[in-house]
């Protein structure tokens, strides 16, 4: 599958936040969702504001969604916003069941995908992705690969 263009991966991130801003507003660390995990997170979004009352979502933001060992991981505030216990195991198994999904999705295009691990970085990805570049491809298409090279001179750069 073709990998996503950047200009419409960022017009879905702003549409996502703008049908429910309070789940992106509040303390949080990186709010990372990879580019073949979007259409999946964008149910977690819609589920979770479905599950919630007016009151209950005050108390729901996400506090960090990335990437760890080949599968999608979101934090959200919760026990320490007093949302209702029941409703934070509800919300940890919307979040659980499309974590699970992540694993057998390519994190670059979405394709059913298959665990990897190259040179210790595990991800999951479609056999397209995996075999054109083992290790650091383009998370959007018509970009160049982010090779390691470019990666320790960006670091060095910024630092
Ligand atoms: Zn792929």
Same mark, same amino acid.
């Given at each position: 599958?073709?990998?996503?263009?950047?200009?419409?991966? #960022?017009?879905?991130?702003?549409?996502l936040?703008? /049908?429910?801003?309070?789940?992106?507003?509040? !303390?949080?660390?990186d709010?990372?969702i990879?580019?073949?995990?979007l259409?999946?997170?964008?149910e977690?979004?819609?589920?979770?504001?479905?599950?919630l009352?007016q009151?209950e979502?005050? @108390?729901?933001h996400?506090?960090?969604?990335? #990437?760890?060992?080949?599968k999608?991981r979101?934090?959200?505030? @919760?026990?320490e916003?007093?949302l209702? #216990?029941v409703?934070?195991?509800?919300?940890?198994?919307?979040?659980?069941?499309?974590e699970?999904?992540?694993?057998?999705a390519?994190?670059f295009c979405?394709?059913?995908?298959?665990?990897?691990?190259?040179? @210790?970085?595990?991800?999951?990805?479609?056999? #397209?992705?995996?075999?054109? !570049?083992r290790?650091?491809?383009? /998370?959007?298409?018509?970009?160049?690969?982010?090779?390691?090279?470019?990666i320790?001179r !960006?670091?060095?750069?910024?630092?």
């Amino acid at each position: 599958m073709e990998l996503m263009q950047r200009a419409d991966y #960022e017009r879905r991130l702003e549409e996502l936040k703008r /049908r429910f801003p309070y789940q992106w507003e509040g !303390d949080h660390l990186d709010l990372y969702i990879e580019p073949g995990w979007l259409t999946l997170f964008e149910e977690v979004c819609s589920e979770i504001d479905a599950l919630l009352s007016q009151e209950e979502k005050k @108390g729901f933001h996400w506090r960090q969604i990335k #990437e760890k060992f080949g599968k999608l991981r979101a934090y959200f505030s @919760g026990r320490e916003t007093n949302l209702p #216990e029941v409703t934070v195991k509800k919300i940890t198994s919307i979040i659980d069941k499309a974590e699970e999904k992540s694993g057998e999705a390519c994190l670059f295009c979405g394709a059913p995908g298959s665990f990897r691990n190259t040179c @210790g970085w595990m991800h999951t990805a479609c056999d #397209e992705h995996f075999q054109r !570049d083992r290790s650091l491809l383009p /998370r959007f298409a018509g970009e160049q690969p982010r090779t390691l090279e470019k990666i320790l001179r !960006d670091h060095w750069h910024n630092s």
